[in-house]
């Protein structure tokens, strides 16, 4: 079992900066990621960026450049620092991963956070 907690999310300016955070508890070492995904009214959700336990980060291309991922050596605590906000980034904000359940065989389970709201005024 892995649970993820987010926080950090608010009312920002555009062009202003957040920092969100992702703190994942349980079996922690059965994940080999947690990514970021975003979903604004009316809207589907759409994938953020994604950080890897090796270091490797993805980014979605209207974010890129604005935004880093990055997160501590154990991914306990995983970060989305974000700049230059815009309107268009109003959004709640959901961390996300897959890890390992062993019951008859190896299978993967979805772990959500409950989301957090970041809202940029124009």
């Known amino acids: 079992q892995v649970d993820l907690v987010e926080s950090g999310g608010g009312l920002v300016q555009a062009g202003g900066s957040l920092r969100l955070s992702c703190a994942a508890s349980?079996?922690?070492?059965?994940?080999?990621?947690i990514d970021w995904y975003r979903q604004a009214p009316g809207n589907q959700r759409e994938l953020v960026a994604i950080l890897t336990r090796s270091g490797n980060a993805t980014y979605a291309e209207s974010v890129r450049g604005r935004f880093t991922i990055s997160g501590d050596n154990n991914m306990n605590t995983v970060y989305l620092r974000m700049n230059s906000l815009k309107p268009e980034d109003t959004a709640v904000y959901y961390c996300?991963?897959?890890?390992?359940?062993?019951?008859?065989?190896?299978?993967?389970?979805?772990?959500w956070g409950q989301g957090t709201l970041v809202t940029v005024s124009s």
């Open positions: 349980g079996n922690t070492f059965l994940f080999n990621f």
């Open positions: 996300h991963t897959k890890y390992l359940t062993f019951g008859d065989r190896v299978q993967t389970a979805d772990a």
